[in-house]
Nanobody, 127 residues
Framework: QVQVMESGGGSVQAGGSLRLSCSVS????????MGWFRQAPGKEREGVAI??????TTTYSDSVKGRFTISQAGNKVYLQMNSLKPEDAAVYYC??????????????????????WGQGTQVTVSS
């Protein structure tokens, strides 16, 4: 069954904004680490923004801090992207896993703990 599903990608000019949405299945139960990741052509996948539903802890990569905002409501997680730059262009993925513990673990574990992944949504930013 599909556990995570993203929507909201598209094409914008540099300086523009986009909002990504993600629905996380009830099969990922209880409190969750939920995050947005991205992968540009020829680059490794990287964590962008993460939120822990248990205590609201949010963490951002340095490259998006101050421009992107992650939020969560129930089983949905959003990524508001402002002041987009060409280097933000990538396929953006939503991912999640059940977690009951420290909120900072959601970021610390971003390279190995996330088990439910969406299919990705393309974000294109033109200069």
């Amino acid at each position: 069954q599909v556990q995570v599903m993203e929507s909201g990608g598209g094409s914008v000019q540099a300086g523009g904004s986009l909002r990504l949405s993600c629905s996380v299945s009830e099969y990922i139960y209880g409190d969750k680490c939920m995050g947005w990741f991205r992968q540009a052509p020829g680059k490794e996948r990287e964590g962008v923004a993460i939120v822990y539903s248990g205590d609201g802890t949010t963490t951002y990569s340095d490259s998006v801090k101050g421009r992107f905002t992650i939020s969560q409501a129930g089983n949905k997680v959003y990524l508001q992207m402002n002041s987009l730059k060409p280097e933000d262009a990538a396929v953006y993925y939503c991912a999640a896993f059940s977690w009951d513990g420290r909120g900072d673990y959601c970021w610390l574990s971003r390279n190995f703990a996330y088990t439910g992944w969406g299919q990705g949504t393309q974000v294109t930013v033109s200069s």
